[in-house]
């Protein structure tokens, strides 16, 4: 029935439309939105509002009647494709359960990738255990396959996966467990990795020299996996290193001072360069700061005061270093993001999923775009003195330090990954990614819970029905009268631009009534509904919904929920 829904639906579209673009079809419905068309239109049961945008027929929704909420979603008004890297998480392939098809982007990152060895696998766990040199990536001293292994995975799953690129200086040497915690231990435990080899490459270099090249790594990965520079799925990304403004911290035993402005500019032009050499299509993401007052001032590095804001500067320094090389230096802006946001002093990150601290967690999503919301954090409340909407924020500085940079999110997580709450903030975050364009994203799992109901978030967005069926790849306008209580995010395929996906979020604890209305190219009949609530972690199907009136009805929203809508066509 579904296969014969869509193409007679299909069928439709085409006699009903002469232009499957929908940037064209959302300019032309700007300039040509006084145009009535009176003529009969057998394509729907009741045309008496339908509106006709240069013979594209725009069915005009009717409202279905009072309700607590209002969605209003506008097929037409496509704005950008939405990247499928945002859909990403922390992880090896096998880490995470094997039915959750929602995922499609890897990192191979955090602390223990700052001083990996690619020539042997070593690698050191910093401050997390011991300052200790060990082959926890990898026992195996074949060149390179703690990586080769963790990229066959995501590929052999036609996942994207981004690698860490170590440049802060040194990697380890051995695998002979703890090293000093002062550097002290530099010249006999740890090598100098260096940016660029002045000589042939090889696969198989010579561990018993003092040198480790990047550019040669960034070579062993790209002749180990050629057909990732034009596989739109199995894409590899570098990443330059993990967390810089806290190398004196997390690996003190390499890097035992403060990191610089001008350190880490100079590193990050440096080590690009060599990749960029070897890989020029490749995408290459920095700074990868832990968190706010990196941003702000690279955690109060000792040249900040006569440098000012550290995005900024990184950005402005970048471009400049691109413009004199001939090639883009930084493609994607690349940041991590646990919300400072709390209760009681106890942060939303937490396992707690009590009323009041979810409610605080389920708005806290709202920093990252609401420039009306004020989070009870110290970033909002004693060093902004205000909202802190940071993606507007960031969107603003790219635009005026280094336009065409785009944006991730490579670590983040909102807490209570086993409460329906924590499922809930999980899907919102996903649909503002979606919503701003966000480049890539991803969920770095905390706590100690099975993360259940944020694996059914991604599976909102990325398998919602168990059968591969997923939010559109196209984003458009979705808006509700309360983004306080509720959230919306809409989609639409590219290759069927009537075909749509519509998620709603319900953050209140009670029932409420949505009159939902949708602005198409075609009259819908009713749609598919499909839930996830804190009464299971899995997605059930409802009942279908008839539309009450032309492309409009009211939905009853479950408490605390994450609906996705599916609208179809009249036979």
Not at 172 to 180: E, F, L, V
Not at 333 to 355: F, K, V
Not at 411 to 418: D, P, Q
Not at 453 to 472: Q, V
């Amino acid at each position: 029935m579904k296969k014969l829904i869509i193409s007679i639906a299909l069928c439709l579209f085409a006699f009903a439309s002469c232009d499957d673009d929908t940037s064209s079809n959302n300019s032309n419905n700007t300039n040509n939105s006084n145009n009535t068309n009176t003529t009969n239109n057998t394509n729907n049961t009741n045309n008496t509002n339908n509106t006709n945008t240069n013979n594209i027929n725009i069915v005009e929704p009717e409202d279905p009647g009072i309700a607590d909420i209002r969605f209003s979603i506008d097929y037409t008004a496509a704005s950008h494709r939405i990247s499928p890297y945002i859909y990403g998480i922390n992880s090896r392939y096998d880490d995470f359960p094997a039915e959750q098809t929602g995922i499609k982007f890897l990192r191979a990152g955090g602390n223990r990738w700052t001083a990996y060895n690619w020539e042997n696998n070593a690698s050191n766990a910093g401050s997390d255990w011991l300052y200790q040199n060990d082959g926890y990536l990898s026992e195996s001293e074949a060149p390179g396959v703690a990586v080769s292994d963790f990229i066959t995975q995501a590929h052999n799953n036609d996942l994207a996966a981004l690698v860490t690129v170590p440049i802060v200086g040194y990697v380890a040497a051995d695998k002979n467990g703890p090293t000093a915690s002062d550097g002290s231990d530099i010249p006999t435990r740890f090598k100098i990795s260096l940016p660029q080899k002045s000589s042939e490459f090889t696969l198989n270099p010579d561990p018993a020299d003092d040198f480790v090249y990047q550019d040669e790594f960034v070579n062993f990965i790209e002749t180990q996996f050629p057909w990732a520079a034009d596989d739109a799925q199995r894409k590899i990304f570098y990443s330059l290193d993990n967390e810089p403004d806290l190398w004196s911290d997390t690996h003190s035993e390499i890097h035992p001072n403060s990191v610089t402005y001008s350190e880490l500019l100079s590193k990050s032009v440096d080590f690009s360069t060599g990749i960029k050499t070897r890989a020029p299509s490749s995408k290459v993401f920095g700074f990868v700061s832990y968190g706010y007052n990196g941003y702000v001032n690279l955690q109060n590095a000792p040249d900040s005061n006569e440098n000012g804001d550290f995005i900024e500067y990184f950005l402005s320094g970048m471009e400049e270093a691109s413009t004199q090389a001939g090639v883009r230096l930084l493609d994607v802006l690349d940041i991590h993001w646990y919300p400072e946001a709390n209760y009681n002093g106890e942060r939303i990150t937490s396992d707690s999923s009590g009323e009041i601290i979810c409610e605080e967690r389920m708005q806290a999503p709202r920093s990252l775009w609401d420039p009306t919301y004020v989070e009870n954090s110290w970033i909002a409340n004693d060093y902004l003195s205000g909202p802190i909407a940071l993606i507007p924020d960031i969107k603003d500085k790219i635009a005026n330090f280094y336009p065409g940079t785009g944006i991730a999110f490579t670590e983040y997580y909102y807490g209570a990954g086993n409460h329906i709450c924590g499922g809930v903030t999980q899907a919102d975050v996903l649909g503002i990614f979606g919503r701003e364009n966000i480049f890539a994203a991803n969920l770095w799992r905390l706590g100690e819970t099975d993360h259940s109901f944020i694996y059914s978030a991604f599976s909102i967005f990325g398998n919602y029905d168990g059968n591969g069926a997923t939010f559109g790849d196209t984003s458009v306008s979705a808006q509700t009268t309360d983004s306080v209580k509720t959230s919306v995010y809409a989609s639409v395929h590219s290759d069927t631009p009537y075909q749509g996906v519509i998620v709603l979020i319900n953050k209140t604890m009670n029932e409420m009534s949505a009159a939902v209305t949708i602005r198409s190219t075609m009259e819908y009949a009713a749609c598919q509904v499909f839930t996830l609530t804190g009464d299971s972690s899995s997605i059930q199907q409802q009942s279908n919904i008839s539309m009450s009136v032309r492309n409009g009805m009211i939905y009853t929203m479950p408490p605390q929920s994450v609906t996705v809508i599916v609208p179809f066509p009249y036979l």
